[in-house]
T-cell receptor, first 110, second 113 residues
Framework: GIQVEQSPPDLILQEGANSTLRCNFS?????LQWFHQNPWGQLINLFY???GTKQNGRLSATTVATERYSLLYISSSQTTDSGVYFC????????????FGKGTLLTVNP | DAGVIQSPRHEVTEMGQEVTLRCKPI?????LFWYRQTMMRGLELLIY????????DSGMPEDRFSAKMPNASFSTLKIQPSEPRDSAVYFC???????????FGQGTRLTVV
């Protein structure tokens, strides 16, 4: 299966700051998702983005499939953005099997 | 739609007991997944069903684990007998079809003492 690496592993921001989270994968993906795991443990879907760019409010994501990476942008961060951000991808014949990165732990301080 | 529904939310059981986790996928989704999250191993796929048929169970850790999907709206993950190392958060997820966006339930936090 594919390998998924996320960076940075930890990030501390002041409220209002912007940030970029990165996800590298070892092979071409045909499914790429970003999730936010909130402090209660829920996995919230942010983006389904095998390629291209999408925006949803203060969040946007870009996947460059040919270069095997995806970026998640958070603008004007809020304390409620705190939690762990995961990217997950799948490829080839196992396109159902999401492989998760280890996550980025984001802490937004007031 | 109410999303993927899992029960119970929390389960505490003694070593050796049988544990059954339940999942109701989103209506109309033909793909169902069971994932496990631990500090050591992160999130990993245990089993994948398509149209109620188990397609990939290579992630099931050992014979103590079994999963069924008797119909399109219900699945169970059973651990018998349970062991302390099974303590984890178990997630159920579903997607409209394989390879499409997966949606996760709220998880079951299992503690085996």
């Amino acid at each position: 299966g594919i390998q998924v690496e996320q960076s940075p592993p930890d990030l501390i921001l002041q409220e209002g700051a912007n940030s970029t989270l990165r996800c590298n994968f070892s092979d071409s993906v045909n499914n790429l998702q970003w999730f936010h795991q909130n402090p209660w443990g829920q996995l919230i879907n942010l983006f389904y983005i095998p390629s291209g760019t999408k925006q949803n409010g203060r969040l946007s994501a870009t996947t460059v499939a040919t270069e095997r990476y995806s970026l998640l942008y958070i603008s004007s961060s809020q304390t409620t953005d705190s939690g762990v951000y995961f990217c997950a991808g799948s490829s080839g014949g196992s396109n159902y099997k999401l492989t998760f990165g280890k996550g980025t732990l984001l802490t937004v301080n007031p | 739609d109410a999303g993927v529904i899992q029960s119970p939310r929390h389960e505490v059981t003694e070593m050796g007991q049988e544990v059954t986790l339940r999942c109701k996928p989103i209506s109309g989704h033909n793909s169902l997944f069971w994932y496990r999250q631990t500090m050591m191993r992160g999130l990993e796929l245990l089993i994948y069903f398509n149209n109620n048929v188990p397609i990939d169970d290579s992630g099931m850790p050992e014979d103590r684990f079994s999963a069924k999907m008797p119909n399109a709206s219900f699945s169970t993950l059973k651990i018998q007998p349970s062991e302390p190392r099974d303590s984890a958060v178990y997630f159920c997820a579903s997607s409209l079809d394989r390879g499409l966006e997966a949606f996760f339930g709220q998880g079951t936090r299992l503690t085996v003492v």
